[in-house]
Structures are given as C-alpha cells and as structure tokens.
C-alpha cells in the first residue's frame, strides 16, 4: 500500500499563485507514474497533470497548460504542483494519485485524499 498525503491548498485570488505537495509513504516511490487530479463540485474528476517515473516525460491537460508545473523529488517521496495565474475555474479538490501506466484517465492505483483549492474572482 502506498499511502498519499497532499497539502497546500487554500483560498487565493484569481490571478495568485498555490504550491501543491503531495508526500508519499514508499520505499519504491520512484517507480511510480504520479499524477495530480481535480473534481469540482457536481462534476466528474478530470486530469491535471502527469509526470514519468524519472521525471523526463510531463503531460498536462490543456485548461492548465503554461499555468501548471508539474515535478518530483524521488529522494524526497514526493511530487509538487506549482500552480501560477490562478483562474476561478481552477476552484477543485485536487488528489494526487500514483500508478504504473502513464495515463490521462484515472487508472492509478494510489489515491490521496485531496486538498481543496478555491479562487475568488
């Protein structure tokens, strides 16, 4: 079992800037595909971003594209999600997740239990 804890959520203006932490509890952490995931109230949870075991390979989902950062820090167990020029729209409980395919969809095997972050306009 991989335990996942993700923290730095909170209220900011549209246009701020959050910093996403998500720590896992694993010796092998660096042989997961880790991905971040958001659901908004009264709609399904969508893809955010990914990134490769190694860190070499990212994908993100569009909305987020240029905003988003996604990395890792093997030695550390965990991955982070800067997120720049916040937008109302980005208002979500956002849940990192671990796996072993690198997948847009909500294949992942781990799951935390999110971290609610809300943009005022």
């Known amino acids: 079992q991989v335990q996942l804890v993700e923290s730095g959520g909170g209220l900011v203006q549209a246009g701020g800037s959050l910093r996403l932490s998500c720590a896992a509890s694993t010796r092998t952490f660096g042989s997961y595909i880790m991905a971040w995931f958001r659901q908004a109230p009264g709609k399904e949870r969508e893809f955010v971003a990914a990134?490769?075991?190694?860190?070499?390979?990212?994908d993100y989902a569009d909305s987020v594209k240029g905003r988003f950062t996604i990395s890792r820090d093997n030695a550390k167990n965990t991955v982070y999600l800067p997120m720049n020029n916040l937008k109302p729209e980005d208002t979500a409980v956002y849940y990192c997740a671990a796996g072993r395919r690198f997948t847009t969809t909500l294949d992942y095997d781990f799951w935390g239990r999110g971290t609610q972050v809300t943009v005022s306009s």
């Open positions: 990134i490769s075991r190694l860190g070499l390979n990212t």
